[in-house]
């Protein structure tokens, strides 16, 4: 599996260094709020696992599975609930957990729906950013890293439902999603 990896972008002590800054940022603007903080499924499940072990403030979790992207590496802009939360966003402080933000159209999708439903109010916060790929207005709150445009995977992010278990955060050799 490592060696379909081309070069290692930000290694597990760089992440657990950023998650550990964020977490006393989010500590700070969430105290006293109980947050809902939303794990967008599947890619950021082991960012948000580590990042609320960050946060010193009562909080609540749940987990919403959307989907934006088939087996390739581009968004298709349609974005469908897979699976919904559990929990009413009415009237709360939500915090969106997020492995990284591309288009942007999930994220703009997701901040919509619980304005819609009148959360009171809508944060985001994501491991990864690739700014440059930006479609929609969406700004992250808190971002651990800005990425290059290449494909990424690894703590979370997946090719084809794959590399979801290293450690690190890697571009992916060229030749494994072309070949
Ligand atoms: P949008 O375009 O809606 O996409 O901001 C966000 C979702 O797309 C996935 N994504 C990636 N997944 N490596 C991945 O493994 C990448 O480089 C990448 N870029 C986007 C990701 O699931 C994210 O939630
Ligand atoms: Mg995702």
Known sequence: MNNDIKEVLYSKEQIAEVTKKLGKQITKDFEGKNPLVVCV?????MF??????EIDTYLELDFMDVSSYGEGTESSGE?????????SVTGRDVLIVEDIIDTGRT??????????RNAKSVKICTLLDKPERRVEGVKPDYVGFEVPNEFV?????????RYRN????GILKPEVYEG
């Open 41 to 45: 499924l599947k890619g950021a499940v």
């Open 48 to 53: 948000t696992t580590d990042i609320i072990r």
């Open 79 to 87: 974005v469908k609930i897979i699976k919904d939360l559990d929990t």
């Open 107 to 116: 994220l703009q999708r997701l901040v919509e729906l619980f304005k819609h």
């Open 153 to 161: 995977v690894g703590y979370g992010l997946d090719f084809a439902g």
């Open 166 to 169: 290293l450690g690190y955060v």
